[in-house]
């Protein structure tokens, strides 16, 4: 039987974290779905119940493999296994990140009402964009973490690596630590004519508790270091890959494909998530 969405859930020694996510997920979406939970270099005994995948190699028992290779390995093995095209969307959640309500549902409501829409996001609680977008609403974007995202498949197929390489089938996984894989993706979106959009028809809040508190758990560095490591390795890999020395570079280069795509559809102007800025006289 055809399933509408294939929900990949990465953890790293987070059992309980993913219980809690896969019982949202079957006591709100579980009509049409199918879900893996990829983990990624997770102890034995902290293996949750429900994972299809486990990277167990030295490498990945070691340094985990943070969201770039882990999101390419639970699709890979959906590509492996003949099951990629079994899907119309792909969600891909980590599992620090707390969700409430029937949000695989909504946001796929959204994506049958917005077909140019490629990729899509719940906004964070705290996230500012909350009263820009609206209530029960959503708003085109260029930028967004990747916490929680559903992706239209055939938009994937579209920049998917078949070829294997280390770079993976859609993240870089090259720049391990991910800080700006999720801004080439969305880019990658608007060069293909696909939109990212934020929605407040449900909401994410990552559990930043638990990324202070308990790093030992999760095998990463203290957060302040760890988040030093994130930035440094990001800028790095951008500086390598495109040129670009500063993070506000590669949003604006992000942001000059987001207003390309409205030239194209200025239909969508509505959508933008703030009033096209007017021409400096």
Same mark, same amino acid.
């Given at each position: 039987? /055809?399933?509408?969405?294939?929900?990949?859930?990465?953890?790293?020694?987070l059992?309980h974290?993913?219980?809690?996510?896969?019982?949202?997920f079957?006591?709100?979406?579980?009509?049409?779905?199918?879900?893996y939970?990829?983990?990624?270099?997770?102890?034995?005994?902290?293996?949750s119940e429900?994972?299809?995948?486990?990277?167990?190699?030295?490498?990945?028992?070691?340094?985990?493999?943070?969201?770039?290779?882990?999101?390419?390995?639970?699709?890979?093995? *959906?590509?492996?296994?003949? /099951?990629l095209?079994?899907?119309?969307?792909?969600f891909?959640?980590?599992?620090?990140?707390?969700?409430?309500?029937?949000?695989?549902?909504r946001?796929?409501?959204q994506?049958?009402?917005?077909p140019?829409?490629?990729?899509?996001?719940?906004?964070?609680?705290?996230?500012?964009e909350?009263d820009?977008?609206?209530?029960?609403?959503?708003?085109?974007?260029?930028?967004?973490?990747?916490?929680?995202?559903? *992706?239209?498949?055939?938009?994937?197929?579209?920049?998917?690596?078949?070829?294997?390489?280390d770079?993976?089938?859609?993240?870089?996984?090259?720049?391990?630590?991910?800080?700006?894989?999720?801004?080439?993706?969305?880019?990658?979106?608007?060069?293909?004519?696909?939109?990212?959009?934020?929605?407040?028809?449900?909401?994410?809040?990552?559990?930043?508790? *638990?990324?202070?508190? /308990?790093?030992?758990?999760?095998?990463?560095?203290?957060?302040?270091?760890?988040?030093?490591?994130?930035?440094?390795?990001g800028?790095?890999?951008?500086?390598?890959?495109?040129?670009?020395?500063t /993070?506000?570079?590669?949003?604006?280069?992000?942001?000059?494909?987001?207003?390309?795509?409205?030239?194209?559809?200025?239909?969508?102007?509505?959508?933008?998530? *703030?009033?096209?800025?007017?021409?400096?006289?």
């Amino acid at each position: 039987m /055809r399933r509408r969405v294939a929900i990949v859930i990465l953890s790293r020694n987070l059992p309980h974290a993913v219980d809690r996510l896969v019982s949202t997920f079957r006591r709100y979406d579980l009509e049409e779905t199918d879900i893996y939970v990829v983990e990624a270099g997770t102890d034995r005994d902290k293996l949750s119940e429900h994972h299809t995948t486990w990277a167990s190699w030295d490498e990945a028992m070691r340094e985990g493999l943070r969201p770039a290779r882990g999101f390419n390995l639970g699709v890979m093995e *959906l590509i492996r296994s003949g /099951r990629l095209q079994d899907y119309d969307f792909l969600f891909l959640v980590r599992a620090t990140v707390q969700l409430d309500g029937p949000v695989v549902t909504r946001l796929l409501d959204q994506m049958e009402a917005h077909p140019q829409v490629g990729i899509i996001s719940p906004c964070g609680e705290t996230w500012p964009e909350q009263d820009l977008v609206g209530p029960d609403s959503l708003r085109y974007v260029w930028h967004i973490n990747h916490h929680a995202w559903m *992706l239209r498949r055939c938009f994937v197929d579209l920049i998917i690596d078949h070829q294997g390489t280390d770079h993976g089938p859609i993240f870089d996984g090259s720049n391990f630590r991910s800080y700006g894989t999720d801004t080439e993706l969305i880019v990658k979106g608007y060069i293909n004519d696909y939109a990212t959009a934020l929605s407040t028809a449900c909401s994410l809040r990552e559990d930043q508790e *638990l990324l202070k508190t /308990r790093a030992d758990l999760i095998r990463t560095d203290p957060y302040d270091i760890n988040a030093r490591k994130v930035f440094d390795e990001g800028f790095q890999w951008m500086r390598r890959k495109y040129g670009f020395t500063t /993070r506000l570079q590669f949003q604006e280069y992000a942001r000059l494909w987001y207003d390309r795509f409205f030239v194209l559809h200025p239909s969508l102007a509505p959508y933008r998530l *703030l009033p096209e800025e007017a021409p400096v006289s």
